[in-house]
């Protein structure tokens, strides 16, 4: 099953356009049924795009609702299959803390579990990972530690039945290991890959650096969190190590994965993926939105419409030959809506220079008040504060040229539970709300 997906898959990455729409809306077609026929919380809610006869209005698909996370905690016993298709069977249940706040438990059907592995190695396949060899993940499995102290095997992770996959390992290790552990671990092991999340790579990166620890990283699987160019950069200094930026989430599945040019291209084949600006249109190439995710397989508690809770910014067409949609970057969870007084709201991004500029890997951009914000950055070298003139400049050009700015040096910045910086938020509510 998983085989035969794959198969599919490593021929439909070069179908052109027409027949990824025509593929895509077969899947839509038969999901859509399904949850209308099966699921309590989608008995309505498709309507717009059911037209008499039963037959699908696709013309209509942006009037279907968008799914928020709190409906999953509010209408998680609603949005449960009755029945699953033939086949789809069957389910598991995971749990994700996400990065905001709501821990959300989904119902994830074994189909859905299947085509993710299709689409993982595919996308192994598009990087030229080799599965012969050994990666080591300390992503975990949840907060918790696991496989303390010595690890858990995972077995191969290429493709079943691949020769060279056979050879392959996967090496799990708690979350909690500091950064000499970690490479005592992916030393003993041999590995060539690490799993990781892009912050905690970059801390391990400057770890390595200052405690002189000598180990090279083919490549690191980032996921989980936006990945900087700081954080591609300390990685290639320090362990010679490309970065795969890997597009996934708990309950949307394998989102995007970069192409042998190293561009994010969606997994069609698995999902459908808005980008949607303010007003729920879609956006342009060079424009950033909310990202919209309808993952096909997952039945057991289909999402129609589900807002990821991240932002992207779409891209122009690549030119590796294939036509999935590209996503120019992933701009995380951690983007927020400023306001202006007079009425103007802007979702925008400070310049890349901002970190160098203030000689700061962590920063916090916050609305504090009307037309206030806080700037809070942790500098690299705590005698000399970064170039805040040049810093204030950029953000009057990035967002309102009239907004008052204050500069706050702290130790730290705090994480997400989830150990997530979140760069932009709005600690300010407008009275009128
Ligand atoms: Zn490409």
């Known amino acids: ?80 299959a009755r029945l699953l298709p033939r086949g789809h069977g069957p389910v598991g249940i995971i749990e994700t803390s996400g990065s905001t706040g709501l821990p959300i438990r989904i119902t994830i059907s074994t189909i859905a579990t299947y085509s993710a592995a299709a689409l993982r190695w595919r996308g192994h396949r598009w990087q030229n990972l080799d599965w012969s060899k050994t990666t080591l993940s300390r992503l975990g499995d949840g907060d918790h530690a696991l496989a303390w102290p010595e690890g858990e095997n995972k077995g191969p992770w290429g493709l079943p039945g691949d020769s060279a996959a056979a050879n392959g390992t996967l090496w799990s290790i708690s979350r909690l290991f500091d950064t000499p552990d970690v490479m005592r671990f992916y030393k003993q092991f041999g590995a060539s890959y690490l799993n990781a999340g892009p912050n905690m790579a970059h801390i391990n990166a400057l770890d390595v650096q200052r405690l002189g620890i000598d180990v090279r990283i083919e490549a690191i699987l980032a996921q989980g969190n936006v990945i900087r160019q700081a954080d591609r950069d300390i990685c290639r200094e320090v362990f010679g190590a490309r970065m795969v930026e890997i597009y996934s989430a708990k309950e949307g599945g394998p989102i995007a994965n970069p192409c042998p040019l190293d561009r994010l291209h969606v997994n069609s084949e698995g999902c459908l993926v808005e980008i949607l600006d303010a007003d729920g249109r879609p956006c342009a190439v060079g424009e950033t939105g909310r990202v919209i995710v309808t993952p096909f397989y997952q039945t057991a508690q289909p999402l129609i419409r589900y807002e990821q809770g991240d932002w992207a910014t779409v891209g122009a067409p690549c030119s590796c030959g294939r036509h999935h949609q590209v996503i120019d970057a992933i701009r995380g969870r951690s983007i927020a ?61 990035t967002f309102f040229a009239d907004a008052d700015l204050t500069f706050v040096r702290s130790a730290a910045i705090p994480l997400t539970s989830g150990g997530k910086l979140v760069e932009y938020l709005s600690e300010w509510r407008r009275p009128d709300r």
């Open 1 to 80: 099953m998983q085989h035969e997906f794959y198969d599919m898959l490593m021929e439909s990455q070069y179908w052109l356009p027409e027949t990824m729409v025509a593929y895509q809306r077969s899947q839509l077609a038969q999901l859509l049924r399904h949850a209308r026929a099966n699921v309590p919380f989608y008995e309505r809610r498709l309507d717009p795009v059911f037209t008499p006869s039963g037959d699908i209005d696709w013309d209509r698909w942006e009037e279907i609702p968008i799914v928020r996370r709190s409906d999953m905690v509010e209408h998680r016993d609603a949005m449960q």
């Open 337 to 397: 809506i400023f306001h202006h007084p007079d009425g103007r709201s802007v979702a925008n991004l400070m310049p890349d220079e901002t970190s160098s500029l203030l000689a700061s890997r962590y920063w916090q951009l916050a609305q504090v008040g009307a037309n206030a914000y806080e700037l809070r950055y942790v500098p690299t070298d705590t005698e000399s504060p970064g170039n805040e003139a040049a810093v204030r400049a950029l953000f009057h050009q």
